[in-house]
């Protein structure tokens, strides 16, 4: 039951038809008796810079939770941002201190990495970073941002090979699709899935479906891979903790949400 006492989380992005946060946290926060709200708001690109300066004005405000396309431009409108920021130059969580200043955090690098051993795309590099691989490589449309990345990850993790190159997957043991392709049925596949072997390890961060087709290729072709959900379900924790709800395991979450497990 929403009172006005209840926290109100706003869950920006645009289009809201892919959110399934609210279909985990919510049920969540009843569960164990928490008053606070995760509430979808479809905000377009170019609406985002005056809807975050309006909702941040709000009293009752805890918290923000940031999807796609706004990441990046989040990071220019906080006040203070934790490591995880610095590296991967977006920002997916946002707590509203008592003050009235804007705390920004990233938690896709550590769901994913945490999704595959049991982000998006910069903060996974920057995760897998942090588990110290002897190489890797990155590719983007946009060369000159995975070269800013690239240059970032070399700052953080000298040791770690960091190359800019193509999207061949051939001889890699982890490839990540880290982009939006797969949202949309007539998607591209992001690269050519016959260059893939069993040995590679796929990982998808499409949450639109659980099977997308590159999940799909990928299965065919006799690799392991890990779906979007399952890096959600691992990410949602890192939240509860950053807003300051206590702790949950991706088990507990599983178990009263509403989305498909």
């Avoid at 989040?74 to 009235?100: F, H, Q, R, W």
Wanted: contains cysteine.
């Amino acid at each position: 039951m929403i009172s006005g006492k209840t926290k109100l989380i706003a869950h920006i992005g645009y289009p809201t038809v892919t959110f399934k946060a609210p279909l985990i946290l919510n049920p969540w926060f009843e569960s164990h008796g928490i008053d606070a709200v995760v509430i979808p708001m479809g905000v377009k690109a170019e609406d985002f810079v005056p809807a975050l300066a309006s909702i941040r004005k709000f009293t009752n405000l805890h918290g923000v939770i940031v999807t796609m396309p706004h990441k990046v431009t989040t990071v220019s409108l906080l006040d203070e941002v934790n490591t995880a920021v610095k590296i991967a130059g977006s920002s997916n969580a946002v707590l509203k201190l008592p003050d009235g200043r804007l705390l920004g955090d990233n938690f896709d690098g550590a769901g994913f990495v945490r999704g595959v051993t049991g982000g998006v795309g910069s903060a996974i590099a920057a995760s897998v970073a942090a588990e110290s691989p002897a190489s890797m490589t990155l590719f983007d449309v946009n060369t000159a941002s995975a070269e800013a990345l690239a240059s970032r990850l070399r700052q953080h993790y000298p040791k770690i090979e960091v190359r800019v190159g193509s999207n061949d997957p051939a001889g890699y043991n982890l490839v990540v699709n880290a982009s939006p392709l797969g949202m949309k049925a007539d998607d591209p596949l992001p690269f050519d899935v016959a260059r893939l072997t069993s040995d590679i390890f796929v990982a998808e961060v499409v949450l639109q479906t659980e099977m997308t087709p590159l999940l799909k290729a990928a299965h065919a072709r006799g690799c392991r891979y890990t779906v979007g959900t399952d890096m959600l379900f691992e990410m949602l924790p890192a939240y509860i903790e950053f807003f300051g709800f206590g702790s949950a395991t991706p088990d507990q979450l599983r178990a009263v949400a509403k989305i498909s497990k």
